[in-house]
């Protein structure tokens, strides 16, 4: 086998499910450790009114629940780990109320293998039993046991043991490693104290694995613990893993201070919480609607709790209907998405649905708001891709990285990977050095980037494009390289090109009227005739009015121009400039503002800006009052 399974007992009280674990448990190919019935009470009374434990082998744990309705909230609390459903009818009985009942829960709880036995055969007719599995097939028709194993079985004489032994081990044998997010996390369903050990805590693995020696979490108190020992089936082990049923010695905390319902996990990734977003579905059976803001028995895990529903797309959930809602606690618990739920009504005390958790920090959603319903189809998918591509859709600006979303989705980073990886190959994710972005958003900002510069050329027509330092600028919003990775897509698709560091869309023309290009070769020939004489964009503008504005942003964008902290001057200009700084520090050994003057012949007011702007570049550094040539 495979993996470790988890099996647990369905059905009414008294139909002899404990009766047929002690059978099953004797002889055959397996071998257990078993007392079903291990409280005082329970063996006194002749009924289980708490979780028993079976272990066949060092792979299969088989959970023994209580069958009377008084004991729905232990049988939930064992119920919410298992992979498979033994449901036990008795002959002489045939369907009743808490069979129907612990059905309802598997399938509420999403359990989609199992076997029934029809016990006590020897008490009635051999017709009686087929008319029992006539009706135990009508019962189960259109769910998930249509077709399973119905195998007849007496406890008292040992008839069909055998068989059912073998159909349950064929059963296990197919069943598949349960989905495993790679982080520890365990729903604590007994705890006691061992002399001599300390604290032992209980449960199944729901995910992750724990080793001897490692600090864990108990929640929701949020203490720390460390692991003594482990033990799976009553053997030590040095590490526990998914699906297993698994026991830890833990120091550091009081027997007192933990009980059923507590969560053990990997610290710093789960938070308890008192408010759950959820997909509920209501019994078919129920006689009534469930109603906004009733009060209901909420049972997860192994947890029990108060809620106060909210309906988030209407009043009224009716029977057999589907809804989403919020769940607010009277107590804080330690879920996860994707963990199954069951609510109860406390008078007459019943089970009226159940359902699956899709958020736990999202705060009061606004009721009756297609947009919220929307995004909580998305999310009630349950797929670690959906639940990866739904997080990344919340970073609008910004690529996230790897660990960020490990953090945030409560999923091993190797199983990230994986997922991530996928959406990648169906285009659904971008990856950009090691951190991601939704492709749709990636979209929506291309789009935005194009439409920017179809609007720039339409507004500057004479203007070749737009600096790529202005766009950066425009779109100050997004993370930097995600601004360059979305123009390097433009371009690669060959909607736009880049020339000069200007981006235009392909194809474009600067539109230069005859009067255009007479202006831009008079303020050329200006700054060219007055080379060192920078000027301001107010002198421009006095000079050459608002159509010299244009030109001169089309001298700049050609490069022809320079604007040095609002200075504007001929390129030539500086060219020259690193000449005449180069013969001075050659003839002197320095460079000082006066030489640099009297080099350029202009006033100190044009020639310190000029000076300053060459350090700027590397070409000078100051050294007191003076500036030498930069070594390369």
């Not at 100050?476 to 736009?496: C, F, H, N, T, W």
């Amino acid at each position: 086998m495979h993996r470790h399974v988890v099996i647990g007992t369905a059905g009414h009280i008294d139909h002899g499910k404990t009766a047929l674990l002690k059978n099953i448990a004797t002889g055959g190919t397996v071998t257990a450790d078993m007392n079903a019935d291990r409280l005082k009470e329970e063996q006194e009374r002749g009924m289980t009114t708490d979780l028993g434990f079976v272990f066949f082998g060092d792979n299969v744990t088989i959970i023994d629940v209580p069958g009377h309705e008084r004991f729905v909230h232990n049988m939930l609390a064992g119920a919410a780990t298992i992979d498979l459903v033994i449901l036990v009818i008795a002959a002489d009985d045939g369907v009743m109320p808490q069979t129907i009942e612990h059905f309802e829960i598997t399938r509420l709880l999403g359990i989609s293998n199992g076997i029934i036995a029809v016990t006590k055969i020897d008490l009635v007719e051999p017709e009686m039993v087929e008319m029992v599995i006539d009706d135990i097939r009508k019962f189960l028709k259109g769910t998930y046991l249509e077709g399973a194993p119905i195998v007849p079985v007496s406890s008292i004489t040992g008839e069909g043991i055998d068989r059912f032994k073998e159909e349950l081990n064929r059963l296990v044998q197919k069943m598949e490693r349960r989905p495993d997010r790679g982080i520890f996390r365990l729903w604590i369903d007994r705890c006691f104290v061992m002399k001599g050990f300390g604290l032992v805590v209980a449960g199944t693995v729901l995910s992750g694995r724990a080793r001897t020696g490692e600090r864990l979490e108990v929640l929701p108190i949020g203490k720390g613990v460390r692991v003594r020992g482990l033990q799976v089936h009553n053997k030590p082990v040095a590490e526990v893993k998914t699906g297993e049923r698994a026991a830890f010695n833990l120091q550091g905390l009081e027997w007192k201070e933990v009980e059923r319902g507590y969560v053990l996990a990997q610290p710093g990734y789960f938070k308890p919480t008192r408010l759950i977003t959820a997909k509920l579905k209501v019994l078919e059976s129920v006689p009534r609607p469930i109603r906004h803001r009733h009060t209901l028995i909420f049972h997860i895990g192994s947890a029990e709790a108060m809620v106060r529903l909210v309906c988030l797309e209407k009043n009224t959930i009716g029977p057999g209907e589907e809804a989403f809602v919020q769940l607010i606690l009277d107590r804080p618990i330690a879920c996860d998405w994707g963990d199954r739920f069951v609510l109860r009504i406390a008078s007459p005390l019943s089970t009226v649905g159940g359902g699956v958790v899709i958020e736990t920090e999202s705060g009061l959603l606004k009721r009756k708001d297609p947009e919220v319903v929307s995004g909580l189809e998305r999310l009630a998918e349950g797929s670690i891709e959906r639940r990866l591509e739904e997080e990344l859709l919340r970073f609008r600006d910004r690529p996230v990285k790897l660990p960020g979303l490990t953090r945030r989705l409560r999923v091993e980073e190797k199983v990230l990977s994986g997922a991530i990886k996928k959406l990648v190959e169906m285009e659904r994710v971008v990856e950009l050095q090691g951190r991601f972005f939704h492709q749709s958003h990636f979209n929506s900002l291309r789009t935005m980037i194009l439409s920017h510069i179809e609007d720039f050329h339409k507004e500057y027509p004479v203007r070749k494009g737009i600096g790529l330092k202005e766009v950066t600028t425009q779109f100050s919003d997004y993370d930097a390289e995600l601004i360059k990775a979305v123009i390097e897509e433009i371009v690669r698709s060959g909607e736009a090109i880049i020339s000069e560091n200007l981006i235009a869309r392909k194809g474009f023309k600067p539109e230069l009227t005859a009067a255009n290009l007479k202006l831009l070769q008079r303020i050329e020939e200006d700054f060219l005739a007055n080379l060192f004489q920078w000027k301001s964009r107010e002198d421009l503008k006095k000079e050459y009015g608002e159509p010299g504005e244009v030109i001169i942003r089309i001298l700049l964008d050609e490069h022809k121009l320079l604007d040095i902290g609002g200075k504007i001057l001929h390129s030539n200009a500086i060219n020259r400039a690193k000449e005449i700084v180069t013969r001075i520090f050659k003839e002197k050994g320095e460079i000082r503002v006066s030489d640099f003057r009297q080099g350029i012949r202009t006033t100190r007011k044009y020639a310190l800006p000029i000076l300053q702007y060459l350090d700027h570049l590397g070409v000078t550094v100051k050294v007191g009052e003076a500036r030498r040539l930069k070594r390369k």
